[in-house]
């Protein structure tokens, strides 16, 4: 069982940037898939990248492309997302999570996932 500490939140102006940072532990950070998901008020989680074990693959939400890029450092048990031109519908809180199902593919289903941290608060202002 791995444990996720999510950090890095914060609030900013809009066009600002964050870098968000997890930190796992208990297991063998490679041993899977990574993604971070948002959940903005009043809505449901939604899937914003995720990246295969080795940081060969990655994926994005539509709307984040060009402004996020998630990576992950296995040497140092942490994934990273980091966030650019940052906009008030942004506005969340981030949670990592670990699939250790799929290592290749980690997928943007959230029950696709098995273990989460406890999120981190990113408010933009306008």
């Known amino acids: 069982q791995v444990q996720l500490v999510e950090s890095g939140g914060g609030l900013v102006q809009a066009g600002g940037s ?5 930190a796992a532990s208990g297991s063998t ?5 990574m993604g971070w998901f ?3 008020p009043g809505k449901g ?4 990248a995720f990246i295969s074990w080795s940081g060969a693959l990655t ?3 539509d709307s984040v492309k060009g ?8 040497a140092e048990n942490t994934v990273y997302l980091q966030i650019d031109s940052l906009k008030p519908e942004d506005t969340a809180v981030y949670y990592c999570a670990a699939n ?6 980690p997928g943007r289903r959230s029950e696709e996932y098995d273990y989460w941290g406890q999120g981190t608060q990113v408010t933009v202002s306008s």
Do not use: M
């Not at 989680?45 to 914003?48: D, S």
């Open 18 to 22: 964050l870098r968000l940072s997890c």
């Open 29 to 33: 950070f490679s041993n899977y898939g």
């Open 38 to 40: 948002r959940q903005a």
């Open 45 to 48: 989680r939604e899937i914003a």
């Open 59 to 61: 994926d994005y939400l």
């Open 67 to 74: 402004r996020f890029i998630i990576s992950r450092d296995n």
């Open 100 to 105: 250790r199902k799929n290592l290749l593919y």
